[in-house]
């Protein structure tokens, strides 16, 4: 069991969709932190960061990068057959765990460390603290104000990357659930972003539901309670995946 979760592991990162969506997503964010402001330190840290998220053409299409990593390999294990030797070394619970815990993994990872990445860069290029000068009462009345009073840059930063992983791992389960439901790859490709931008409107008056506002945290009010409505879409939708898993091991 223990080379099998390995094994799955490193295919869950080394395959070229992995690389792809780390590098799709790297670019957008980057190309918003070097297009935005001058990067010689004289606008505020949390003006580049609001050009990352809210400005730039990221959160739109954000939902698009975490499924291109591991999500949809079942659907070629399902066309192949493979899925039925798994199933005979294990049980569909186990192979389900094994499964949800390393396509997380590998969404969440592919969107952290580009949110890291331009976060650092923020810190580095821009002015950290509370913004003053022309960017004066730019965090007034926001959750980011009372956070960098409170606590400083460093949890903006480390909330900003924690719930860039939540979201990625959510979504890229997203796609896994539909390639246990509808083995297609298209469907499994397509199927979480449409129902992203769906939820992105339909949810509008409900911000706590809301994917684009909670992979932002700031419309939240409080970064552990996105980081917590995250967590719930995992669970749920790790339950559906383990409700498909099963319908296929008794359908065979």
């Not at 969506?21 to 932190?33: E, I, R």
């Not at 913004?131 to 009462?137: C, F, H, L, M, V």
């Not at 890229?172 to 397509?190: C, D, E, H, K, Q």
């Not at 449409?194 to 506002?213: G, T």
């Amino acid at each position: 069991m223990n080379g099998f979760f390995w094994k799955d592991m490193k295919r869950s990162f080394l395959n070229a969709g992995f690389f792809i969506g780390l590098a799709a997503v790297a670019v957008l964010l980057l190309a918003a932190v070097v297009t935005g402001v001058p990067l010689n330190r004289t606008r505020s840290s949390y003006h580049i960061l609001f050009n990352v998220f809210g400005a730039s053409g990221f959160t739109p299409f954000a939902a698009v990068f975490p499924v291109l990593a591991y999500a949809t390999n079942f659907c070629e294990e399902y066309q192949s057959g493979y899925y039925r030797m798994i199933f005979a070394r294990m049980s569909p619970v186990r192979f389900g765990g094994l499964r949800i815990i390393n396509v997380a993994l590998s969404g969440g990872i592919m969107m952290a460390v580009p949110i890291a990445t331009a976060c650092i860069l923020a810190y580095t290029f821009g002015i950290p603290g509370v913004p003053k000068g022309s960017d004066e009462g730019l965090l007034d009345g926001t959750i980011m104000f009372t956070y960098v009073v409170r606590y400083g840059d460093w949890y903006i930063a480390a909330g900003k990357i924690m719930l860039g992983f939540l979201f990625g791992s959510v979504w890229a389960l997203m796609g896994f659930m539909f390639a246990v439901w509808i083995p297609n790859r298209y469907v499994a490709l397509i199927a979480p972003f449409v129902l992203y931008e769906s939820m992105w409107i339909a949810l509008d008056r409900m911000p706590y539901l809301n994917p684009i506002r909670l992979l932002r945290g700031d419309d939240i009010g409080s970064y552990p309670l996105a980081a917590g409505m995250e967590c719930v879409y995992l669970i749920v939708v790790s339950v559906v995946i383990m409700a498909g898993l099963m319908r296929r091991y008794r359908n065979g």
